[in-house]
């Protein structure tokens, strides 16, 4: 099976920053793409930014793009979102997701960091 451990939550000023990660352990050689999905209280869960796992290539939502930064190392099977500039609207849980080679969606997630910033 596969598992995914997300680090780097807190709580942060706004303005200031933050690193999450997301360790992957278990079959992950059949990675095809990972993402950061968030959840703020009341509101549907949405996908922050994405990276396809072979080539770097990546995506992010309107609003955080220019202030967050997906990046991912292949050799420790981590993916790492840098969140700059963060303001009030960024609370949430966030949550790292995998989709695998041949799948649709994303199949597997962690269990989710709190991310509070306040103002």
């Known amino acids: 099976q596969l598992h995914l451990v997300e680090s780097g939550g807190g709580l942060v000023e706004t303005g200031g920053s933050l690193r999450l990660s997301c360790a992957a352990s278990?079959?992950?050689?059949?990675?095809?793409?990972m993402a950061w999905f968030r959840q703020a209280p009341g509101k549907e869960r949405e996908i922050v930014a994405s990276?396809?796992?072979?080539?770097?290539?990546?995506y992010y939502r309107e609003a955080v793009e220019g202030r967050f930064t997906i990046s991912r190392d292949n050799a420790r099977n981590t993916m790492y979102l840098q969140m700059n500039s963060l303001n009030s609207d960024d609370t949430a849980v966030y949550y790292c997701?995998?989709?695998?080679?041949?799948?649709?969606?994303?199949?597997?997630w962690g269990q989710g960091t709190q991310v509070t910033v306040s103002s």
């Open positions: 997701a995998l989709q695998r080679i041949g799948g649709t969606s994303y199949d597997f």
């Open positions: 990276i396809r796992w072979n080539t770097g290539h990546t």
């Open positions: 278990g079959r992950t050689v059949y990675t095809y793409a």
